[in-house]
């Protein structure tokens, strides 16, 4: 539901900027010229449109927060009686081992594996509530230093994997260094996982001009996806790929576009089935 209301409050802020860009314009042609009771008239609207789209963002904005409050709250609450549910099978296993059957041991296995599943969604959960709120520490960021450090972190995590990784250097930007670490370890984290069949994996992370600027990116040469399915990567639980294969939360890309959306940038992605992926965004700095 608050992902709803935060593309709602997205387009509301992109038609706050067009009724702006509308006033500028009329004001230009005014300046100058004379002004007739019709063309005062058409400022006046426009000046009432922009209040109410004003109004109506406060209000969205207003929501949002009650959302992301009320999602902190309960998935906090589910954290007591998850470690209580893991802290009596693990109880039971101790106890009981001798007097259970492979088929039990199995259960209470399975039992502790969904509430490990279930803390990891909800610590996922937390943490997009906490990137909502937290201020903005803007500064002079070396991205290509942060892709270097997360890419020898992978390559020490599977030592054995083949992969290349092609890194552009010196492409900097102005971010909150923490928030922007975290985003760009969710995509290149990703790559790594989506490039796992490859030898070697090549994983690249570089920059592009666009028409509103910059544009970095992180490509890999992975199992890529179905352009038709590029509207649920960055929505929560909207997995493409088989979790049993591609382990992970569902919340990976969510958490990179809020962070992203915070920096006034955006984020997208193309991909093709079997030929590998690539995503996209862009900072304000």
């Known amino acids: 539901m608050s992902e709803t209301f935060l593309a709602t409050a997205s ?11 509308s006033l500028d314009t009329v ?10 009771e019709e063309t005062n008239a058409q400022v006046r609207q426009l000046e009432l449109l922009e209040q109410l789209l004003l109004d109506q963002d406060a209000r969205l904005d207003s ?5 992301e409050e009320f999602n902190y709250s309960v998935a906090h609450e589910l954290c007591a009686p998850l470690r ?9 296993m101790l106890r009981c081992a001798g007097e259970l059957d492979l088929d039990g041991l199995n259960c209470l296995k399975h039992i502790l594996e969904s509430s490990q599943q279930m803390n990891e969604l909800i610590d996922a959960l937390m943490q997009i509530s906490r990137l909502s709120h937290v201020e903005l520490q803007q500064g002079p960021v070396n991205l290509s230093d942060i892709a270097t450090e997360i890419a020898q972190e992978l390559r020490d995590s599977e030592p054995e994997r083949a992969a290349v990784f092609a890194i552009q250097p010196q492409l900097r930007s102005t971010a909150d260094a923490s928030l922007i670490k975290i985003a760009m370890r969710k995509l290149l984290s990703n790559a790594w996982k989506y490039s796992t069949r490859e030898e070697p994996a090549i994983i690249e992370f570089g920059a592009v001009e666009v028409a509103n600027g910059k544009a970095f990116f992180v ?14 990567l960055f929505h929560p639980f909207q997995r493409l790929h088989d979790a049993t294969t591609y382990a992970g939360n569902g919340i990976g890309l969510t958490t990179v576009k809020r962070i992203i959306d915070r920096h006034g940038g955006r ?12 995503f996209f965004f862009t900072l304000s700095g």
Do not use: H, P, Y
Request: glycine share 14%; hydrophobic share 35%.
């Open 11 to 21: 387009c509301t802020a992109n038609l706050i900027a067009m009724v702006r860009s």
């Open 27 to 36: 004001r230009k042609m005014l300046v100058g010229g004379r002004q007739s």
């Open 63 to 67: 929501i949002n927060r009650v959302l």
């Open 84 to 92: 209580r549910i893991s802290g009596f099978t693990r109880e039971i």
């Open 219 to 232: 490509r890999d040469n992975g199992v890529g996806f179905d352009m038709t399915d590029c509207g649920r």
């Open 267 to 278: 984020v997208w992605a193309e991909g093709e089935r079997e030929r590998g992926a690539t």
